[in-house]
């Protein structure tokens, strides 16, 4: 049982470069989400789903998409990589814990944009 | 939306106690806390639940002050491995969507 799976982990990018983050999950969680942390900002959420083929913007939403084709996988892109998307990634999913809903965050992904 | 946390950061001799507060401006259906190592993701410590009763982590402890909308992360008698950084979350309207502060760096010396 591996929990949060995301790939990859560290990636380094040319401004105006695309990627995608893959985020993989097990647990048979209906909810996923995005976040990203800097220094000094904590968590803030960029984009979450609440079942396959459902994507909802969160608070920092701008420069990414998202899509759940399938319930274990929540795929985050960048079209146009920016030096501000600099950054480490979680990915989390929601399950519950004890009769209530709690947060399973994956290993992260550190990416830098130069 | 987002929750403010106090204080920052915080070091501590082994033994000692502490106290972490969570505020929101917002009327909240449950906070969670998580604690982060360096290099690490986020843990689950616990949750509290509007109506809920305070919960025990080992020697953690929290509650929860629906009317003052605050949330308080208690550590007793500090250990090595309590170090790291603790981030409380606010779950605004039961609906999963969770806001973080920006999180306490706890340090624990022997």
């Known amino acids: 049982n591996a929990g949060v799976t995301q790939t990859p982990k560290f990636r380094v990018l040319k401004t105006g470069q695309s990627m995608t983050l893959l985020c993989a999950q097990d647990?048979?969680?209906?909810?996923m989400y995005w976040y990203r942390q800097d220094p000094g900002m904590g968590l803030r959420l960029i984009h979450y789903?609440?079942?396959?083929?459902?994507?909802a913007k969160g608070e920092v939403p701008d420069g990414y998409n998202v899509s759940r084709l399938k319930k274990q996988n929540f795929l985050l892109g960048l079209e146009s990589a920016a030096p501000s998307q600099t950054s480490v990634y979680f990915c989390?999913?929601?399950?519950?814990?004890?009769?209530?809903?709690?947060?399973?965050f994956g290993a992260g992904s550190r990416l830098t944009v130069l | 939306q987002q929750p403010v946390q106090s204080p920052q950061a915080v070091i501590l001799r082994e033994g000692e106690d502490a106290v972490i507060n969570c505020s929101s401006s917002?009327?909240?259906?449950?906070v969670h806390w998580y604690r982060q190592k360096h290099g690490e993701a986020p843990v689950f410590l616990m949750i509290?639940?509007?109506?809920?009763e305070q919960m025990r982590h080992e020697k953690i402890s929290a509650s929860f002050n629906e009317k003052k909308q605050q949330s308080s992360l208690y550590l007793t008698a500090s250990q090595l491995s309590y170090s790291g950084t603790y981030f409380c979350?606010?779950?605004?309207?039961?609906?999963?969507?969770?806001?973080f502060g920006t999180g306490t760096r706890l340090t624990v010396i022997p």
């Open positions: 979350g606010t779950d605004q309207t039961g609906a999963n969507n969770l806001f």
């Open positions: 789903s609440v079942g396959e083929g459902t994507t």
């Open positions: 647990m048979n969680h209906e909810y």
């Open positions: 917002k009327a909240l259906y449950s």
């Open positions: 989390a999913s929601i399950g519950a814990h004890s009769g209530a809903n709690v947060l399973t």
């Open positions: 509290l639940l509007k109506g809920g």
